[in-house]
């Protein structure tokens, strides 16, 4: 019953002008489709009675809210004290220059999306970034570049494995491969 209660449509089914509940059908929206896409908006906006303009400026308002899907891995750089003087300014554009994104975009191939954070609690590991939930420390431009290179290499050959058919193999009673 909680889950149908938080769902995007049964939320909007329920709105009774009450005001306050643009937040609430934001969130919805963001749990539902993993972002707010303009369709939700426009949406939101016609059930509700507030303008597209009035919706949207509640969503860029608040960092909470995102306007675009997010990529496979979060890449969360930290930009907290410690990070910050042992030079996260150049792991955070080395991400950038690496990925062909600024902080709070995502790839194209829709693989990393980039965040910074004012701390991830791993100040004696500093500079750090966490991907997903792997926690990468002590960072180097260079070790940065390889870390995102292995992860795009990793993911295409998932993404290879995935395409190639599936062969059965049969064994004979010896245990040598049936041709």
Not at 49 to 58: H, K
Not at 157 to 166: G, I, N
Request: one cysteine or more; proline letters at 4%.
């Amino acid at each position: 019953m909680a889950e149908r209660e938080d769902s995007f449509g049964y939320r909007l089914w329920r709105y009774d002008g009450t005001p306050g509940e643009l937040i609430p059908l934001l969130q919805s929206a963001q749990n539902h489709f993993g972002y707010i896409p303009r369709r939700a908006i426009s949406y939101i906006s016609s059930v509700t009675g507030i303008p597209e303009s009035e919706v949207y400026g509640v969503i860029t308002f608040y960092s909470q809210f995102r306007l675009q899907p997010m990529g496979k891995y979060m890449i969360r750089a930290c930009d907290g004290t410690a990070c910050h003087v042992s030079d996260a300014r150049m792991i955070i554009e080395t991400i950038e220059d690496e990925l062909g994104i600024e902080v709070g975009g995502t790839t194209e191939d829709g693989l990393f999306t980039l965040n910074t954070v004012a701390c991830v609690g791993c100040c004696s590991l500093s500079p750090v970034i966490m991907i997903k939930d792997e926690t990468h420390g002590r960072l180097t431009p260079a070790f940065v570049r390889k870390l995102l290179r292995d992860y795009r290499r990793r993911e295409m050959r998932t993404h290879e494995d995935k395409s190639m058919p599936e062969r059965s193999q049969q064994y004979r009673a010896d245990g040598l491969e049936v041709q």
